[in-house]
C-alpha cells in the first residue's frame, strides 16, 4: 500500500465551493464599501482561514468592524449560500473507495467546522472522515503545516505514509512542509501555481494513492 493515510482539502477539491466563498466575501466587504476582485481574492482568501485573509485585508480598509464580526458575517452568508454546494465529478466514489480500502482518511480545511461538516454531510461524507481539523483547530492556517502535522499525529501515521490533495499554493506548502506527499489537483489554480507539489493532476484516480501491487 502506498500510503497509509489521504488527507483532502475542503474547498477547491471535495466540494466546487470556492465561488461561494468568493460570494459571501464579496457581499460582506461590498457592505463596507470594498469591490472584492477575483484576484484579490485569490490573493487574499484562497485556501487561507476566513481570519487569515480579513487580517490582510484590514490595514487597506478604513472602515471594517473587528475580525470577529466580519466572520461571523461572512459565516451568516456562506450558510445561505451553501445550500447549492455539489462535489466535483468522482470525488465522492474516490473517497468511499479509499475508505473501503482502509485508508485513514481526514480533512484539514481553512474553513469554520460548521462550514466543513454542513459540506460533508451535503455530499453524504459526514462518515468517511477520521479526523476534521478545521480553522478553529490550529493557531497558524496554511502555508502553516501545523493542520497537517496536527492530523498525522491523531492518526498516528508518520507523514511520509501521508498523501495530501490539495488546490491553492498555500496548502500545497503546508503539506510540503509537514513532510508529506501531495498531490495538487488543477481545480481552482494553474499548474504552474501549484508546482511545488509532487504531483499536478487535471483529475484524481485511487491509483495515485492505492498499490495495484498486491504483494506490497
Request: proline share 3%; hydrophobic share 40%.
Amino acid at each position: 500500500m502506498k500510503f497509509q493515510a489521504v488527507l483532502f482539502d475542503l474547498d477547491g477539491v471535495i466540494i466546487d465551493s470556492e465561488q461561494f466563498h468568493e460570494q459571501a466575501f464579496r457581499e460582506v466587504l461590498n457592505n463596507y464599501g470594498y469591490q472584492l476582485t477575483h484576484a484579490s481574492y485569490l490573493a487574499n482568501f484562497a485556501g487561507k482561514t476566513d481570519l487569515d485573509g480579513f487580517f490582510g485585508l484590514k490595514n487597506q480598509i478604513d472602515n471594517l468592524p473587528s475580525l470577529e464580526q466580519l466572520i461571523r458575517e461572512k459565516a451568516n452568508a456562506y450558510s445561505i449560500i451553501a445550500q447549492s454546494l455539489t462535489p466535483y465529478d468522482g470525488i465522492t466514489s474516490l473517497i468511499k473507495e479509499l475508505y473501503d480500502q482502509g485508508i485513514k482518511l481526514a480533512l484539514v480545511t481553512g474553513s469554520l467546522r460548521a462550514e466543513a461538516e454542513l459540506a460533508l454531510k451535503t455530499c453524504n461524507l459526514n462518515n468517511q472522515f477520521e479526523v476534521i481539523v478545521a480553522a478553529e483547530d490550529v493557531k497558524n492556517g496554511k502555508p502553516s503545516p501545523e493542520g497537517y502535522q496536527k492530523v498525522a499525529r491523531l492518526l498516528d501515521v508518520t507523514p511520509s505514509r501521508c498523501a495530501v490533495v490539495e488546490d491553492s499554493p498555500s496548502g500545497v506548502d503546508a503539506a510540503v512542509s509537514a513532510g508529506m506527499f501531495c498531490v495538487a489537483i488543477t481545480n481552482t489554480h494553474s499548474a504552474e501555481d501549484l508546482g511545488s507539489a509532487n504531483l499536478v493532476v487535471g483529475k484524481l484516480s485511487s491509483s495515485i494513492f492505492l498499490d495495484t501491487d498486491k504483494s506490497q
